[in-house]
């Protein structure tokens, strides 16, 4: 049941997908395209568009998973974060690749535009917020995405934020100002779309069964008819089973559900009025407002297929925990789709042996990454450009199977349970910090009072409080025990 949606909803939209007939005769082409997704579309429009003939085989419908069911952000970056790339690659082919993240983004930005994909629902800015007090380490991030990585960032303090996302949950923001959003269905099927402009042949229903990689020709079954081509793209995602398994297994398919809810009134935009799209820095959640009072919201993941509908529940508990004036929000409807996870979070991009390409692993962040994949490949084999090997270090590693999914979504539950945890924690600071200023305050009016009596004494940071006891009887010369000298005044009034 992956990537299906349980109704249609105005709030977004959702085009009509035209149905392409299943290869039914064999065909010999230049490049052959296993997968219509972001991946496997761009390849192939990238290609046709250099001159080669390209067949595209989908095993059921263009944008059925995941690249027809996601939130539709548009950022640079990839799955993993940028200081492990940098300690993972050096900082100058981080640096690269970054750049190439960015090309991505650029690569969208000029294919969803109105005149060549109709409805498609551009707006500009994204904010990724932090779930804990972390001013400091946001600074150095955004001095080096500014600096080192040319990316246009803001950082947003704790008000600023709050301003637009009426929560206590988050803190501080980095605001992205170029980044964008797009209905993210609208384009997977304007890509199928412009590829077939181009002069790709896409096939839908058209699972491929095998592939003979040997030879110079490579032979590809689906169980209709034969192709065969100089060059095989697998673009299959978690999907791309019996051709080659052994790739299948190097990624780790985690299941992501979203809710569009019901209009949700002026009450909406008292919670949220940033109108772009916002994540938080643990990944848990995605969201952003469509159709002026619907939210679209992402969250919940499993490592196994379910029902995009029985995951409802834990949206609606996710919304009210973070904006509770929202309340339980009604679901319009649910979707859902599979992404493919590397266990070093980059994608896998390249060449695996001569002719037999892969594009997948691209996670979370699928629109920029799947774009760089589709340049770098068509480019590779049209022009000779061997900017993928970039990629190399990335190696495919073996995900762990069976136990892997098991670990990788307890490891899931850990990281969200830690997250939650540290946010509990970050909130409990601000709490007491907050106490200790209007106490702080309270001090000095009550200093401001007492005026020429002289200062209440501040009692020492962190002092136990202890309970009153009778005074002892006083002498003459003693100062009062709770009315400090002129000389000890607390500075400063309120704060
Ligand atoms: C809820 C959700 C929200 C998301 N939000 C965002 C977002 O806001 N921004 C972002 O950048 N990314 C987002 N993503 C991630 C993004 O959607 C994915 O990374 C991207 O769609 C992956 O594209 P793909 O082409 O690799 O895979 P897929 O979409 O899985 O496409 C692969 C295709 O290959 C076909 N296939 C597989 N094997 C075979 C075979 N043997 N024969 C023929 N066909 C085969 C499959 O049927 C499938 O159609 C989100 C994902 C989800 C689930």
Redesign the pocket.
């Known amino acids: 049941m992956t990537?299906t949606s349980t109704s249609a909803a105005d709030g977004l939209n959702r085009g009509a997908s035209p149905f392409r007939e299943r290869l039914g005769s064999d065909l010999d082409v230049d490049i052959c395209v296993?997968?219509?997704?972001?991946?496997?579309?761009?390849v192939a429009r990238e290609a046709a568009r250099l001159g080669a003939s390209v067949a595209v085989?989908?095993?059921?419908?263009?944008?059925?998973?995941?690249?027809?069911?996601?939130?539709?952000?548009?950022?640079p970056g990839f799955g993993l974060p940028i200081a492990d790339l940098i300690e993972r690659v050096g900082f100058d082919d981080a640096r690269e690749l970054w750049a190439l993240s960015r090309e991505g983004v650029e690569y969208v930005r000029a294919t969803a535009t109105e005149e060549l994909i109709p409805g498609i629902g551009y707006s500009e800015g994204a904010l990724e917020v932090s779930n804990v007090d972390v001013g400091e380490t946001l600074i150095g991030r955004l001095q080096m995405l500014a600096e080192d990585f040319s990316t246009e960032v803001e950082g947003w303090q704790v008000d600023r934020v709050r301003s637009v996302l009426r929560t206590r949950r988050y803190f501080h923001g980095i605001h992205y100002p170029k980044a964008f959003?797009i209905d993210?269905r609208r384009y997977?099927h304007g890509l199928a779309e412009l590829a077939t402009r181009a002069g790709a042949r896409i096939f839908e229903d058209?699972?491929?069964?095998s592939i003979d990689f040997s030879g110079i020709r490579k032979r590809i079954v689906?169980p209709s008819a034969k192709l065969r081509a100089g060059h095989i793209v697998?673009?299959?995602?978690?999907?791309?089973?019996?051709?080659l398994k052994r790739l299948?297994d190097t990624l780790l398919p985690?299941?992501?559900?979203?809710a569009l809810t019901e209009p949700l009134g002026e009450g909406l935009s008292e919670a949220v009025a940033f109108s772009g799209?916002v994540?938080d820095s643990d990944g848990i959640d995605?969201f952003r407002v469509v159709g002026g009072d619907r939210l679209l919201w992402?969250s919940p993941e499993t490592t196994w297929d379910a029902r995009p509908q029985r995951l409802s529940g834990a949206v609606q508990r996710r919304i009210a925990t973070m904006f509770p004036k929202l309340g339980k929000v009604p679901i319009a409807e649910m979707?859902?789709?599979?992404?493919?996870v590397t266990v070093h979070g980059m994608p896998q991009i390249g060449q695996l042996r001569r002719g037999l390409w892969v594009?997948?692993?691209?996670?979370?962040?699928?629109?920029?990454?799947?774009a760089i994949?589709g340049q770098l490949i068509a480019r590779s084999i049209l022009w000779g450009d061997d900017r993928w090997r970039l990629f190399s270090p990335f190696e495919l590693v073996w995900a762990g199977g069976t136990t892997g999914r098991v670990a990788g979504h307890l490891i899931s539950l850990w990281a969200r349970g830690a997250s939650s945890a540290a946010g509990v924690l970050a909130r409990y600071r601000e709490g007491a910090r907050a106490k200790e200023r209007r106490r702080e305050a309270r001090l000095a009016e009550a200093n401001l009072k007492a005026g020429t009596r002289g200062a209440v004494r501040r009692p020492p940071p962190g002092a136990a409080r202890v309970p009153p006891r009778a005074p002892a009887p006083m002498r003459d010369d003693e100062p009062h025990p709770h009315i400090s000298q002129e000389s000890e005044r607390i500075p400063g009034g309120p704060v």
């Open positions: 990537g296993v997968g219509a997704g972001l991946a496997g579309l761009t085989l989908e095993g059921r419908q263009i944008g059925w998973n995941a690249s027809g069911h996601h939130l539709g952000t548009v950022m959003q993210g997977v058209t699972p491929v069964v689906t697998l673009a299959g995602n978690v999907h791309l089973g019996a051709p299948s985690v299941w992501r559900y979203a799209s994540t995605h992402a979707f859902g789709g599979a992404v493919g594009a997948s692993g691209f996670g979370r962040h699928g629109l920029n990454t799947s994949a």
